[in-house]
């Protein structure tokens, strides 16, 4: 079985009372209880305080471009689907930078497990508006507020059938790595978004100020029921809802394609001279 040391990686270089402590806490407690060893799983991430994340881990990583992840662990998917992938991302990366991408994972439902670090502001560049950013809020590039309606994570998840959307609070470390539980073991693309404060450059969504709206979702709740997650979805401001929100059981991309329905292209054996012909064929049309 693996233990917390297991996963020990550099030393955070994160604000004190940064959110991001939680969720890593939250996660590496989450996969010593599932049994789950470092090399049985790969982290993708961008850029952003989230896109430090897995370096403080040990595990497989590849950290890459700005909005760009989602790409890369879809790639990494296609060719070996039998290993557990993540991706991190942080609102700016995600529903900024990468937001046609997210809308296409969520399309295809990929079989890649989301967690998104909303503290509602670009941290590492220092406090810009982010697409979560409520509307009115002051920044340092907004100093009249932010003028775009704030983006709602949960309600475009359900509007695009997401196989599973859920949100979470850096503030309920128990609630949380449940549902990193519950994320990981769902089949097809899973979407957490963390509600964490940005204790440097976010004033206005503090710990306090969740601790007085947030609340878990109540029992006798039917995530599958859209209609009703969709109303779910668009409770925000004095009340905010934490759990799964929305979830279906749509076959993933992975299943639907046939060359790697039975088994993952890393073990598939490659005729090299079938290829090369076939590459040479397709490189014709171009001559």
Same mark, same amino acid.
């Given at each position: 079985?693996?233990?917390? =040391?297991?996963?020990?990686? &550099?030393?955070? $270089?994160?604000?004190?009372?940064?959110?991001?402590?939680?969720?890593?806490?939250?996660?590496? +407690?989450?996969?010593?209880?599932?049994?789950?060893?470092?090399? &049985?799983?790969?982290?993708?991430?961008?850029?952003?305080?989230?896109?430090?994340?897995?370096?403080?881990?040990?595990?497989?990583?590849?950290?890459?471009?700005?909005? #760009?992840?989602?790409?890369?662990?879809?790639?990494?998917?296609?060719? !070996?689907?039998?290993?557990?992938? /993540? $991706?991190?991302?942080?609102?700016? =990366?995600?529903?900024?930078?990468?937001?046609?991408?997210?809308?296409?994972?969520?399309?295809?439902?990929?079989?890649?497990? #989301?967690?998104?670090?909303?503290? &509602?502001?670009?941290?590492?560049?220092?406090?810009?508006?982010?697409?979560?950013?409520?509307?009115?809020?002051?920044?340092?590039?907004?100093?009249?507020?932010?003028?775009?309606?704030?983006?709602?994570?949960?309600?475009?998840?359900?509007?695009?059938?997401?196989?599973?959307?859920?949100?979470? *609070? /850096?503030? =309920?470390?128990?609630?949380?790595?449940?549902?990193?539980?519950?994320?990981? !073991?769902?089949?097809?693309?899973?979407?957490?978004?963390?509600?964490?404060?940005?204790?440097?450059?976010?004033?206005?969504?503090? *710990?306090?100020? *969740?601790?007085?709206? /947030?609340?878990?979702? +109540?029992?006798?709740?039917?995530?599958?029921?859209?209609?009703?997650?969709? &109303?779910?979805?668009?409770?925000?401001? =004095?009340?905010?809802?934490?759990?799964?929100?929305?979830?279906?059981?749509?076959?993933?991309?992975?299943?639907?394609?046939?060359?790697?329905?039975?088994?993952?292209?890393?073990?598939?054996?490659?005729?090299?001279? /079938?290829?090369? !012909?076939?590459?040479?064929?397709?490189?014709?049309?171009? *001559?």
């Amino acid at each position: 079985m693996p233990t917390l =040391d297991d996963y020990k990686g &550099q030393t955070p $270089a994160w604000c004190p009372g940064c959110g991001n402590f939680s969720i890593l806490k939250a996660f590496k +407690e989450a996969f010593v209880e599932m049994g789950i060893e470092p090399h &049985q799983f790969i982290i993708v991430s961008g850029i952003g305080q989230s896109g430090k994340f897995p370096h403080y881990l040990k595990c497989n990583t590849f950290n890459g471009l700005h909005g #760009r992840s989602l790409p890369v662990a879809t790639g990494i998917s296609l060719v !070996n689907h039998e290993i557990l992938i /993540v $991706a991190e991302a942080g609102d700016g =990366d995600c529903y900024g930078e990468g937001g046609n991408h997210l809308i296409n994972a969520m399309r295809r439902n990929i079989n890649v497990k #989301r967690f998104v670090h909303n503290n &509602q502001i670009y941290g590492l560049t220092k406090g810009q508006a982010s697409p979560t950013s409520m509307e009115g809020m002051i920044t340092k590039n907004q100093p009249f507020g932010v003028l775009s309606e704030q983006f709602n994570p949960m309600a475009f998840a359900i509007a695009l059938d997401c196989s599973f959307a859920a949100r979470g *609070y /850096v503030g =309920d470390h128990e609630h949380l790595k449940g549902l990193i539980k519950e994320a990981v !073991n769902h089949k097809g693309f899973s979407l957490v978004d963390i509600l964490q404060p940005c204790v440097t450059f976010n004033k206005t969504n503090t *710990y306090e100020w *969740y601790g007085q709206r /947030v609340y878990k979702i +109540e029992s006798g709740y039917n995530p599958e029921n859209r209609v009703e997650a969709f &109303q779910k979805a668009l409770e925000w401001g =004095d009340r905010i809802p934490i759990g799964v929100i929305y979830r279906n059981s749509r076959p993933t991309l992975e299943e639907r394609i046939p060359v790697i329905k039975e088994k993952p292209l890393v073990k598939q054996a490659i005729d090299f001279t /079938v290829m090369k !012909n076939a590459v040479q064929e397709t490189l014709k049309e171009y *001559y």
